[in-house]
């Protein structure tokens, strides 16, 4: 399989600084630890997948400045990180491709995978069959029970052709994200495939609706 690079988009879990919504409901301190359990699990999944080499990881860090993302970064065992910076979803995911462009030319990787920390049910598996169909298709979604995507994939094809085509005209934060993707690729002739659907965790119900 070609080899991916992994780009984990993660915010600092400080007090009343995360999972605002999780917050009403369980308070900040209790969504500041849930925030950080799930970040710690999503670094432990994506570091099995490393072992093996067939990932390198970048985290893409909000919520902190330089210095102590590059401190929370070491903690973390991730030697690769990058500030996520303004703007909404999309420009935050284009900014980390365009960063991380030279070290994937450096290194010969050709697909770049997008995952957030919102997910305690992530597998390896998951990660492993994205890898898989990336090696057949242009672009793996993830698809979340809030209309939006946990996970993107990027294959080599749209990375040189069609950079932007999958961020441009979407509604962040609405229930159509992942349909207004879609409908961006359709034109392309790309193909997609998608994942298994997740709860990503923002509100106690997504909890509930787990069990």
Request: aromatic letters at 6%; hydrophobic letters at 35%; proline letters at 2%.
């Amino acid at each position: 399989m070609d080899k991916a690079l992994l780009i984990i988009m993660a915010k600092w879990h400080g007090f009343g600084r995360c999972k605002t919504r999780l917050s009403k409901d369980i308070g900040k301190s209790n969504s500041a630890k849930v925030q950080h359990v799930m970040t710690q699990h999503t670094i432990s999944v994506a570091k099995s997948l490393q072992a093996d080499n067939l990932i390198d990881i970048s985290i893409a860090i909000s919520g902190l400045g330089q210095k102590n993302a590059s401190r929370w970064s070491k903690e973390l065992g991730i030697k690769k990180f990058n500030l996520q910076g303004k703007g909404n979803l999309g420009e935050k995911m284009k900014r980390q491709i365009i960063i991380n462009k030279k070290f994937c030319t450096q290194h010969k990787i050709k697909n770049i995978i997008f995952i957030g920390t919102d997910l305690p049910d992530l597998c390896h598996q998951d990660l492993l069959k994205t890898l898989r169909e990336l090696q057949q298709n242009d672009l793996i979604l993830g698809p979340s029970n809030d209309g939006g995507y946990w996970l993107i994939g990027l294959s080599e094809k749209i990375m040189s052709t069609h950079l932007y085509s999958p961020f441009v005209n979407i509604k962040w934060s609405t229930n159509n994200v992942l349909q207004n993707t879609i409908d961006n690729l359709s034109p392309l002739k790309f193909k997609y495939k998608f994942l298994d659907k997740k709860i990503d965790i923002d509100k106690v119900i997504d909890i509930e609706n787990r069990n």
